[in-house]
């Protein structure tokens, strides 16, 4: 499969309000099946938003409750959904972006590895352990959430170990979204791989977040961009890009793995 279709969730988060946004997701995900995506992507704690006080009354144990819930309209629908929500291991909750394929399994679940100070993550979750990269059928795909975007390290390791996609919801906040957009594209250049992110937009609790979801492709050139307002997003990407794009400038091949 060379071609994907892909949809960005880019919602405003009710705070706390679980059947709020869960009602919101349901409808976009039909949505994004009946213009022929291949998957949707939601932003980083589209169940929730940042309501970290509950966090623990809030999460849900991976394969129950919102999981489960998740799982069922991916099946519904045929589609592949990602996004991340809170999900409760014993006494920890971890910010958790599981993968659904069309039959509704999980083929994966990535836990965000940079917990950010500022929202008081570290303070209220656990981070996670281990990248995750899943062989899927148009190739391997990775996640990261959020803050993970200014860790260059962890997009090398996936691009190196071959990632032709990395997907990553966000809530980040409206005024840093400059940064967000130039590291988007630089993460899709010096990797030459599609990135696609999707972020939430307008106020959640006291913070406004920025939108500007996208895909960018492997020579950095944005194949879709939301502004600012909630939008549901769909485009085409053509998977072979990163083939041409990394023979035209080989800087895997020019590595100096002997030095760094």
Sequence with gaps: M??????LGQMQIALG??????STVERWTAEAAR???????????????????RASE???VLNSGLFAQTSAIAQQYKICIVGSILEKRGQEVANSAPFFAPNGRMLGVY??????????ED???????APL??????????LAICYDL???????????????LVILPAEWPLERIEHWRALLIARAIENQCFIVACNAAGKTGETVFGGHSMIVDPWGKIVIEAGESPNLLTAEIELDEIVAVRKRIPVFEDRRTDIY
Aim: proline share 5%.
């Design 2 to 7: 060379a071609k994907l279709v892909i949809s």
């Design 150 to 164: 200014r860790f260059p390290e962890l997009f090398r390791r996936y691009a190196v170990e071959g990632a032709k």
């Design 133 to 142: 990269a899943m062989d899927l059928p148009w190739g391997s795909t990775a």
């Design 35 to 53: 213009r022929g995506s291949n998957m949707v992507v939601f932003p980083e704690l589209w169940s929730t938003g940042y309501d970290l006080e």
């Design 111 to 120: 836990r965000k590895l940079h917990l950010f100070r500022l929202m008081e």
């Design 17 to 22: 309000d679980e059947r709020k946004n869960f």
């Design 123 to 129: 303070r209220w979750l656990q981070p996670g352990q």
């Design 58 to 60: 809030l999460a849900h």
